[in-house]
């Protein structure tokens, strides 16, 4: 069941260093203890289990495998067989109504109105003009200040 990679060998090399160590007078003691553990853990993880599969049932999860299941085994092969099959019968049943009624054929052939002229496309209108953005205002020079005069000096 739990598979550890333990061989017999292993198994009763334990065994043994367990007696050494445990004494056999406590030994059978801590075989019984292991033993409840163990089935303490088996049940917890059957009743794990259980919830799993009941959340899985709730939100439809069986459903969605069968779906995958159905679609994993889809055979491409076969379905593209059938379609070639009904296919084959649409184009024989043509070639047998154009080996019995050749006449039609030709006289639906001659019978087809002159090409008219196609439709010359009407003109575009031009679009609208868009109006020009705004330039920003130019720049004012800044204004002069007014220049201090110099002081004379008087020359004798």
Do not use: C, N, W
Not at 134 to 139: F, G, R, S, T
């Amino acid at each position: 069941m739990f598979d550890f990679g333990l061989g017999s060998t292993e198994l009763l090399m334990i065994a043994i260093i367990a007696l050494i160590v445990v004494g056999p007078k406590d030994l059978p003691k801590l075989l019984r203890t292991i033993g409840k553990y163990v089935g303490k853990i088996k049940t917890m993880a059957r009743e794990f289990q259980g919830h799993i599969e009941d959340a899985a049932k709730e939100t439809g999860v069986d459903d969605l495998k069968k779906e995958f299941s159905e679609a994993g085994s889809f055979d491409f092969e076969e379905d593209f067989k059938e379609q070639e099959a009904e296919l084959s019968k649409v184009f024989e049943e043509a070639a047998l109504d154009v080996r019995d009624k050749p006449e039609q054929i030709e006289d639906d052939k001659t019978e087809t109105p002159a090409k008219k002229p196609a439709k010359k496309p009407a003109a575009r209108k031009p679009a609208a003009k868009k109006p020009a953005a705004k330039k920003p205002a130019a720049k004012k020079p800044a204004a002069k200040k007014p220049t201090a005069k110099k002081p004379t000096v008087k020359k004798s």
